[in-house]
């Protein structure tokens, strides 16, 4: 239960060796940090517009196109093809897969994304994984440490599982959709192939193929009697 091949295809990533040995997906985590120290040879093959910042901590892949304005301070290794756009900003310990979209206003820190991941605006990735083909909609965000800044725990019907994690976001599996302003809470794990849609707050473990659907009551009136100047 919980196993990587459960939520990804471990084929759609040139770095299967972080979830070698794992018990649990959200172990790849910790590994992120040691496995770019030891395998990090920077270097950039892709195409700059403009003069990004990019340190000398990165890798990035042939034909990746870097814009003006994104920020990549790294350790990070950037795959091939992938769009890294403007007002982009790569912290530590990101490893990046082909074809991947990165963009506007968007954060990512310690997280993984495999080939083909859409993460196109105003969206927060820490501490998260994200599967093939995956894509978070305008304004999602992957939260990643509690309130009380306590241990993430997942959440399941026959219990927790303590993670040994204090910032833990989310694994979204495979070809997940998650619709523009959703909230993924700490420690939620979501399977492949599901659907949540806009503006809902999720927290705990979502079945493959799921959707989760979130409705709002909206009333219409009529502006009568308001005396306008």
């Known amino acids: 239960m919980f196993a990587p091949a459960e939520f990804l295809d471990l084929e759609h990533t040139a770095h299967p060796k972080l979830f070698e040995n794992q018990n649990y997906v959200w172990d790849a985590l910790k590994q992120i940090a040691s496995y770019l120290q030891f395998r990090s040879k920077p270097g950039v093959l892709g195409e700059l517009v403009g003069k990004p910042f990019i340190s000398n901590h990165v890798f990035i892949g042939r034909g990746t196109i870097v814009e003006q304005g994104a920020v990549l301070k790294g350790p990070a290794w950037i795959g091939e093809n992938c769009q890294i756009r403007s007002g982009c900003y790569i912290r530590e310990n990101v490893v990046v897969g082909n074809r991947v979209v990165m963009g506007n206003s968007c954060e990512f820190k310690n997280c993984i994304l495999f080939d083909e991941a859409q993460v196109p605006h105003f969206n927060y990735v820490g501490d998260s994984i994200l599967g093939y083909h995956a894509h978070l909609g305008a304004g999602v965000i992957l939260s990643n440490v509690k309130l ?82």
């Open 148 to 229: 009380d800044h306590g241990e993430i725990a997942v959440v399941t019907p026959d219990g927790n599982i303590s993670t040994g994690l204090t910032k833990f976001g989310a694994i979204i599996g495979d070809r997940t959709e998650i619709g523009c302003n959703a909230v993924i809470n700490p420690g939620s794990v979501i399977g492949r192939d599901c659907m949540i849609y806009p503006l809902t707050n999720f927290r705990g473990v979502l079945a493959s193929n799921s959707i989760v659907k979130t409705q709002q009551t909206t009333q219409v009136l009529s502006r009568r009697n308001i005396g306008l100047a």
